[in-house]
Nanobody
Framework: QVQLVESGGGLVQPGGSLRLSCAASGSIFSISAMAWYRQAPGKERELAASITSGGKSDYADSVKGRFTISRDGAKNTVYLQMDSLKPEDTAAYYC???????????????WGQGTLVTVSS
């Protein structure tokens, strides 16, 4: 059983910063990729940022230049540094890890519980 624990969300003013963390625990053979998704009120879920085990990162155009995704392989943890936050960044942010776990012969996606980010004056 793999569990993802997210933290770092909260209320911040426009132009401020937050750093989200997501730690994977449990029996994991390997991780191929980690990502942050977000879902704003009334909108579809979108991929905000992702990073592969090799360190290649990708970003949605809406966050490019403002968000930075990083990882700590030894801790099975992924981070999302969010700078210059805008009201439109307000959303529930979900961590996702593509992991090879016991009982499976393929990589499977594991999801965190979500953490709320509110950008408002």
């Amino acid at each position: 059983q793999v569990q993802l624990v997210e933290s770092g969300g909260g209320l911040v003013q426009p132009g401020g910063s937050l750093r989200l963390s997501c730690a994977a625990s449990g029996s994991i053979f390997s991780i191929s990729a980690m990502a942050w998704y977000r879902q704003a009120p009334g909108k579809e879920r979108e991929l905000a940022a992702s990073i592969t085990s090799g360190g290649k990162s990708d970003y949605a155009d809406s966050v490019k230049g403002r968000f930075t995704i990083s990882r700590d392989g030894a801790k099975n943890t992924v981070y999302l540094q969010m700078d210059s936050l805008k009201p439109e960044d307000t959303a529930a942010y979900y961590c996702s890890v593509r992991a090879w776990v016991p009982g499976s012969s393929v990589y499977r996606d594991v999801w965190g519980q979500g953490t709320l980010v509110t950008v408002s004056s």
